[in-house]
């Protein structure tokens, strides 16, 4: 386990251990006040834990991988919200500097004024 490694599980066990929210948030969306905890489902999961000891380990390691992907996924988002917006936007420039034409107005397609085939 090298520092980064450390410094990770040190802020994540502090979040879901309910520190107060000193910048530990790494997905805000994901960090609100925590319910209060069920003193028998508390004391079950201690007996879990001490009957099989690695499965702190892998909780951890699978919440703070999930977390990770939802950190990514929220930015994949993002940065295809951003994409569409910038599509958007150029296909309306787009559209506003074609004319039609036929000079325009109600009738302007009428008697002759639009197109030819």
Do not use: C, H
Request: charged share 15%; net charge neutral; glycine share 14%.
């Amino acid at each position: 386990m090298n520092n980064e490694e450390r410094d990770l599980i040190t802020k994540f066990v502090a979040r879901v251990g309910g520190a107060p929210q000193g910048g530990f948030g790494s997905v805000p969306a994901t960090t609100p006040n925590l319910p209060p905890i069920d003193p028998q489902a508390d004391q079950y999961i201690g007996q879990m834990f001490q009957q099989y000891p690695e499965a702190r380990y892998r909780v951890t390691q699978m919440a703070v991988v999930q977390e990770a992907a939802l950190v990514a996924a929220q930015n994949r988002i993002q940065q295809l919200q951003w994409e569409l917006q910038q599509a958007q936007q150029a296909l309306q420039a787009q559209q506003g500097q074609q004319r039609p034409a036929g000079g325009g107005g109600l009738f302007g397609g009428l008697f002759g004024g639009g197109q030819r085939t």
